[in-house]
């Protein structure tokens, strides 16, 4: 998280750093994390180095997310505590095959996994079909799912609501960004919010996606976000699954006889 870590940074201003995104005082955070006000003014200045125990508090109490967790260990000397693979790596076969699992049984209709920047991990064949009509060039790897939904040459011509559907996303990235100070995810942000994003009243229960489709069909669906339960290494922590479900029968409809009985899980978009 480039915007609260580099290599020339303490722990302790790290700490310090999560705990004023936390808005909390140090009296608050001590409270918590069972440890004296003066002992955590003491290793917020640089006075006193933490123990990886008492980093590891602190991280549970700041609610860190786990790379940079390992950051802040290794800025107070530590080793890290949570292992990082690719997903391609032997250790994560098990959590792949999950992921394939849930790709393909949620065939004919789409889903995706992204990483914390949005890139694009995996997909079934339905959500690459969504795709369809986009430049190529903004396909190239890695693929922004969110860059994707807010291009002039992707996908923003074709949705319908598309002031409600960047309200939704601009909100989202904002909750992200305040979770984890993210310069990346600040960036994208600002992509979405441009020039200002109003916010949009609606009376639906859940934010619909309305995208014409190339051949004029008018699709909408609503999404749900999976995540790993219980991660504790790095990648698996930072993927979510992008899930879509027609929100009318037409859509319903439409996405069975376009998807066919043998789609298939889209193959990895990034290693």
């Given at each position: ?23 909390l ?50 800025a ?12 391609s ?10 992921l394939e ?27 690459y ?35 409600e ?62 995540v ?44």
């Amino acid at each position: 998280m480039a915007s609260l870590a580099n290599v020339n940074t303490t722990a302790g201003v790290l700490i310090r750093e999560w705990r004023q995104r936390r808005h909390l005082s140090q009296l608050e955070l001590a409270g918590r994390a069972d440890v004296s006000t003066r002992h955590l003014s003491w290793i917020e200045t640089g006075r006193s180095r933490p123990t990886s125990t008492m980093v590891m508090r602190l991280c549970d109490h700041l609610e860190v997310p786990l790379r940079e967790q390992n950051q802040l260990l290794l800025a107070a000397g530590h080793a890290p505590a949570h292992p990082e693979h690719q997903l391609s790596d032997p250790p994560m076969a098990e959590a792949n095959a999950a992921l394939e699992t849930i790709l393909r049984g949620h065939h004919p209709y789409p889903a995706l996994v992204v990483d914390r920047h949005w890139d694009l991990v995996a997909a079934n064949d339905a959500a690459y079909a969504f795709m369809a009509g986009i430049d190529e060039d903004l396909l190239e790897p890695p693929i922004n799912v969110i860059r994707l939904s807010v291009h002039p040459r992707a996908l923003a011509p074709r949705i319908l609501n598309l002031a409600e559907w960047r309200a939704h996303l601009a909100e989202r990235l904002r909750r992200e960004h305040d979770a984890t100070g993210d310069e990346a995810t600040r960036a994208l942000l600002a992509e979405v919010v441009g020039d200002g994003v109003e916010p949009v009243q609606s009376a639906a229960l859940v934010v619909p996606l309305q995208l014409r489709m190339p051949d004029g069909a008018v699709l909408s669906c609503i999404t749900t976000t999976t995540v790993f339960g219980t991660p504790r290494e790095v990648t698996l922590s930072e993927l979510a699954i992008e899930a879509f479900y027609p929100a009318d029968d037409a859509t319903r409809a439409y996405l069975q006889a376009a998807a066919g009985p043998d789609a298939t899980t889209g193959a990895p978009a990034t290693a």
